[in-house]
Nanobody
Framework: QVRLVESGGGLVQAGGSLRLSCAAS????????MGWYRQAPGKQRERVAR???????DYAESVNGRFTISRDNAKNTVYLQMISLKPEDTALYYC??????????????WGQGTQVTVSS
């Protein structure tokens, strides 16, 4: 059984910083793309950032220059460093990963989400 567990969310003032972590565990053979998505109340889920196993990244225009995604392949963990946070960054942040398990099956997984709230 493969799981993604996020941590690091919380309440922060505008202009502040947070670092999210997401650890994948279970019967993992390899992890391809890992990413972060977010969903604000009343809005659709949107992709924030993603990173390939080789370290290639891309970002949503709204966070480019403020958020940095990184990963530790040895720990099966992806991070999202967020700076200069704005109230509009308030959302439930989800981790996502394309994982191949030890049975050689590919599947896309989601974490349970971690809340980020930015006060003005």
């Amino acid at each position: 059984q493969v799981r993604l567990v996020e941590s690091g969310g919380g309440l922060v003032q505008a202009g502040g910083s947070l670092r999210l972590s997401c650890a994948a565990s279970g019967s993992i053979l390899s992890i391809n793309v890992m990413g972060w998505y977010r969903q604000a109340p009343g809005k659709q889920r949107e992709r924030v950032a993603r990173i390939t196993s080789g370290g290639i990244t891309d970002y949503a225009e709204s966070v480019n220059g403020r958020f940095t995604i990184s990963r530790d392949n040895a720990k099966n963990t992806v991070y999202l460093q967020m700076i200069s946070l704005k109230p509009e960054d308030t959302a439930l942040y989800y981790c996502n990963a394309d994982i191949q398990d030890i049975m050689l099956r590919y599947q896309n997984y989601w974490g349970q989400g971690t809340q980020v709230t930015v006060s003005s």
